[in-house]
């Protein structure tokens, strides 16, 4: 009898371990970020790195989209649950028809392109760009906005020689005076410095958000099935997602760690710099009165007023409140 309560004991014991591992085991997630990773979007790499998914009993998956209208049309396909873009192709879809996707969580509170030009210069804001060749990369996104907000400046962009060219070749160009100006985000900004000083000149940034660009950019979206279908799971997420941006607000050095520990050919100090300049875009005087992962309805309704500018919409084509989910941000 006492060697059949040992084997049973052994037997209970072991159904325990197996229905503890199993009751342990971390909900798949699958996470696409827009573009390749890198300094500037090194945030799902972070929740993994340093256990902020892991801690709320998620296992992420991080996939790799092309640009994002790509990313919007993953999630809203179901291929990926969550994903990370800016809200203008959200609203843009949007703008073209229903779409299965909210945005659950603001990231970067400000927008951030920018002019690029050589400190001590004759161009010291945007409408003294008349008159003046500026270089832009032939598919940044920035360009549909860049009319509008010259425009919005009291510059007319006719008036502007304006060049398309490759994206590596902006920095150079700028550096060695082949153009006036280059319009780039703030996030390229460490690496053009570089090449400015090597020619012995210093980088001005004139950021479109202090010449009325206000809005919301990079941020946290989720498919409408798995906000209906596990809100547990989305709720988990994104209380992972806030502490990561705060992490990565307060710890470039070591997000440019994370990101080299997955993957391997990232570039260790141009994506520390890139997660310096991208700071002020994730913590800054509208975090500190809303709070981390907010809409501010305000803020909405100016990103949705400069999208319907730029794509030449008229305002009432969609209402971007529908477009957001503020149920799993707590106040």
Do not use: C
């Not at 229903?98 to 951030?112: E, L």
């Not at 590596?168 to 090449?195: Q, Y």
């Amino acid at each position: 009898m006492r060697k059949l309560g040992m084997i049973g004991a052994a037997v209970l014991l072991s159904m325990g371990m197996f229905q503890a591992s199993f009751a342990q085991a971390a909900d798949k997630i699958t996470f696409v970020l827009d573009w390749f990773p890198s300094g500037e979007v090194a945030f799902p790499y972070v929740g993994v790195k340093e256990g902020f998914f892991a801690a709320e009993n998620l296992d992420v998956q991080i996939d790799i989209g092309r640009g994002g209208a790509d990313a919007v049309t993953r999630v809203a396909s179901g291929t990926d649950d969550f994903g990370g873009a800016a809200l203008n192709p959200l609203m843009v879809a949007a703008a073209q028809g229903p779409i299965p996707v909210k945005a659950v969580m603001s990231v970067f509170t400000k927008q951030p392109d920018a002019i690029f030009t050589v400190e001590g210069g004759a161009i010291t804001s945007i409408n003294a760009l008349a008159g003046k060749t500026l270089a832009t990369a032939t598919f940044s996104s920035s360009n549909p906005l860049w009319p509008v907000i010259a425009q919005a400046n009291g510059l007319d962009p006719a008036s502007v020689k304006l060049l398309k060219v490759d994206d590596n070749a902006l920095g150079p160009m700028l550096a060695l005076g082949k153009v006036d100006a280059v319009i780039s985000w703030i996030t390229s900004a460490p690496n053009d410095s570089r090449l400015l000083k090597e020619a012995n000149k210093k980088l001005k940034v004139i950021p479109w958000s202090d010449h009325g660009l206000d809005g919301y950019g990079w941020s946290i979206l989720a498919s409408d099935k798995i906000i209906h279908d596990s809100p547990d799971k989305v709720a988990r997420f994104v209380r992972a997602y806030l502490k990561i941006v705060q992490f990565y607000a307060a710890h470039p050095e070591k997000v440019a760690k994370d990101l080299k520990a997955m993957v391997p050919q990232a570039d260790l100090q141009s994506n520390a710099d890139e997660a310096k300049a991208a700071g002020p875009l994730v913590k800054n005087e509208i975090t500190d009165r809303d709070g981390f992962g907010a809409f501010n309805p305000q803020l909405l309704r100016d990103t949705w007023t400069w999208v319907a500018k730029a794509q030449n919409l008229p305002l009432d084509r969609i209402d971007p409140e529908k477009l957001v989910d503020r149920s799993f941000v707590k106040k």
